[in-house]
């Protein structure tokens, strides 16, 4: 069956003084870009694109992609709202799990989504999750069998896949992923990534 991926792109952006993040460039590419021809590469099932603030911005980085585009217009809310959005969008589909990945997480591949998918098939758990480094937390990109669905609807507010992780880890299964733990939440954090970033291009995120 399918392996769908929900990409979350709907934030405001608002600690970046309001320029979109999902615009950034990173080699070239912008992160919204990136991150949907990572998706696409799998060929794995449908890739669902939740857009939200700055939508008429972003939506022409992904115009020549066969990618789903559906609109959150209640993203103020929160990342739960978008979680619902884009899983009402598969609603119709027979998919067998799902990938949630965020477009801010700039060393996110479409080889790192693969090993979510191989690390659940040989694991046999509900869940896989991204390892933050030794002592870091378990979080996205992940991937979520479809039974799980049902739980995101019930979150609100900013409470994403951490939460489920966190509340079914005797269901999940984990790979590192250092290099998630870059954070491009503010201008400061932006500069201290581009200025490492071609450093960091050359580790391995497996």
Same mark, same amino acid.
């Not at 990173?26 to 992160?31: A, K, M, P």
């Not at 857009?51 to 008429?56: D, F, H, K, P, V």
């Given at each position: 069956?399918?392996?769908?991926?929900?990409?979350?792109?709907?934030?405001?952006?608002?600690?970046?003084?309001?320029?979109?993040?999902?615009?950034?460039?990173?080699?070239?590419?912008?992160?919204?870009?990136?991150?949907?021809?990572?998706?696409?590469?799998?060929?794995?099932?449908?890739?669902?694109?939740?857009?939200?603030?700055?939508?008429?911005?972003?939506?022409?980085?992904?115009?020549?992609?066969?990618?789903?585009?559906?609109?959150?217009?209640?993203?103020?809310?929160?990342?739960?709202?978008?979680?619902?959005?884009? !899983?009402? =969008?598969?609603? #119709?589909?027979?998919?067998?799990?799902?990938?949630?990945? $965020?477009? +801010?997480?700039?060393? /996110?591949?479409?080889?790192?989504?693969?090993?979510?998918?191989?690390?659940?098939?040989?694991?046999?758990?509900?869940?896989?999750?991204?390892?933050?480094?030794?002592?870091?937390?378990?979080?996205?990109?992940?991937?979520?069998?479809?039974?799980?669905?049902?739980?995101?609807?019930?979150?609100?507010?900013?409470?994403?896949?951490?939460?489920?992780?966190?509340?079914?880890?005797?269901?999940?299964?984990?790979?590192?992923?250092?290099?998630?733990?870059?954070? !491009?939440? =503010?201008?400061? #954090?932006?500069?201290?990534?581009?200025?490492?970033?071609? $450093?960091? +291009?050359?580790?391995? /995120?497996?």
């Amino acid at each position: 069956m399918p392996i769908a991926t929900i990409i979350l792109a709907a934030g405001a952006s608002t600690r970046l003084g309001g320029q979109p993040k999902q615009l950034l460039t990173h080699n070239g590419t912008t992160l919204i870009r990136q991150i949907a021809d990572a998706a696409l590469l799998l060929q794995a099932g449908p890739v669902i694109v939740v857009l939200g603030a700055n939508q008429e911005q972003i939506q022409p980085e992904l115009t020549d992609l066969p990618v789903r585009i559906v609109l959150n217009s209640n993203w103020p809310e929160g990342m739960a709202s978008s979680l619902r959005v884009g !899983l009402n =969008t598969l609603a #119709d589909e027979s998919v067998e799990s799902f990938l949630v990945v $965020l477009t +801010d997480q700039p060393y /996110v591949t479409a080889d790192l989504l693969q090993q979510l998918i191989t690390t659940q098939q040989q694991a046999g758990r509900g869940i896989v999750a991204s390892r933050y480094g030794e002592a870091g937390h378990l979080g996205v990109p992940a991937l979520f069998d479809i039974r799980y669905g049902s739980e995101f609807m019930n979150l609100s507010g900013d409470m994403g896949a951490r939460k489920l992780i966190k509340q079914y880890a005797g269901d999940c299964a984990e790979i590192p992923f250092p290099l998630a733990a870059i954070d !491009l939440d =503010t201008v400061q #954090d932006v500069e201290a990534w581009r200025a490492g970033s071609s $450093l960091q +291009d050359t580790r391995s /995120v497996e």
